[in-house]
């Protein structure tokens, strides 16, 4: 889908047109699956593996 989207913009200094397309590749969409998987992990499995080590009253206390 988004191989077939072209976009422009004007430079305003000399008032010409750029255009630019985007390309999806198995490797861009690869990264990006690493990429929000690695940022899941970090954000959200991590922080709950801390505080399940705790106790209950002193990880309801950081929240």
Excluded at 20 to 27: I, K, S, V, Y
Excluded at 35 to 56: E, H, N, Q, V
């Amino acid at each position: 889908m988004m191989q077939f989207i072209s976009f422009s913009t004007t430079n305003f200094q000399s008032f010409s047109e750029l255009a630019f397309g985007f390309r999806l590749t198995t490797a861009i969409i690869l990264k990006t699956l690493l990429f929000s998987l690695a940022m899941g992990a970090i954000g959200g499995f991590l922080p709950a593996l801390r505080a399940a080590r705790m106790p209950i009253v002193d990880a309801l206390r950081a929240a």
